[in-house]
């Protein structure tokens, strides 16, 4: 399953989500505050089977 995690920062909690999604899964972490690419964005939710937003 390729899940995309959309974040404005991260914390403890956030990076133990993630460290357990990556074991069976490609995980993807897009930090909204950073990357002010739209089309990248967009097309990366499109081709993502489930996102996460934090």
């Known amino acids: 399953m390729k899940i995309l995690y959309l ?3 991260t914390d403890d909690t956030l990076n133990k989500f993630i ?3 990556k074991k069976a899964n490609d995980v993807t972490v897009i930090n909204i505050n950073e990357n002010k690419n739209y089309d990248e ?3 990366s939710i ?3 089977d489930k996102v996460i937003s934090w």
């Open 7 to 9: 974040v404005k920062q």
């Open 46 to 48: 499109a081709s993502s």
């Open 19 to 21: 460290e357990e999604h």
């Open 41 to 43: 964005i967009v097309d």
